[in-house]
């Protein structure tokens, strides 16, 4: 560490995603009498408001950086390509290590920190795995699991006496009783419940994601936004239709709708909105809205009106509702 004076107390960098488990690091931390230092990352794959949320609850500065273009590179170079529960969990966490160490000394601190509990995971937290994590990010020597750091060897905070090691826990396993124990003791309120968090564990989502890998590619932050929201119809190779469920999710699709996207929406019935990339053909065109009619107010036997915005105007577009047994098979 370089360039940076150092002064006691030591301040360390802990990574909030806003859990349980790491509210508890950063009041375990305190306890161990260094000063505490957030960060929280964001991308469009897991949520950073929880990171926020706690942050301001526990009255600690926290910096926000930008995770996705690591993540979508970390994504973009799998092999084979992002399929079915995609869980890129190891390479993500190493990603976030590093970008983390880069921070310390722009943010004057002197060491990292996570809320990781030991094999409360398998793969990602189990002894090997945060090893391997620790060491392929560069800050091995520098990382500190508040959590669980007397079942692991002590790093260099802890042998050099920057926190104090007997005031850190030896937390293991999936168990939650200690934690919650834990957060009566500390009066860490109103956390969110554990799930997984991330949506690349999520089937549909990753899915979806290989689909848009295959045709588009994974370079729009804006494009893996919209995968989380709407009906996903794969009409053509390179052409994909994004329905709206509901009234929020048509404000969303809107909402992100770009100059050259087509904006398809019945004209004179309720129905969701939907959106079309420029690149459609006539047909293409004539197939969306087909779908979108099916999922309007419409008769199923009649005629709709599917209005067509482009940068270049409006057009009205007549058709049948599609049955959705022809369709159904273009869902991704």
Known sequence: MQGVERREPHTVLL???GGLDCRLAACVLRRAGVLVRGVVFESPFFPSEDGRDACHALEIPFTTYNFAPDIIAILAAQKPAPGACTNPCVECRVMMLRRAGEMLDPLGCDFLATGEVLDQ??????RRGLMVIAEESGCADLVVRPLSARLLEPTLPERDGWIDREKLLDLHGRGRKRQIALASEFGVTNYPSPTGGCRLTEPRFAERLRDMNEHEGLAGVRDIELLKVGRHFRIAPGVKLVVGRNAKENAEIEACRELYDLL????????PSAILPITASDEDVRVAAGICASYSDSPRDGKVVIRVKSATGIRMVE???SDRKDTDPLRV
């Open 15 to 17: 990574l909030m995603s």
């Open 121 to 126: 995971r398998p793969g990602s937290q189990d």
């Open 264 to 271: 398809l929406k019945a004209d004179s019935v309720p129905g």
């Open 319 to 321: 058709v049948s509702p």
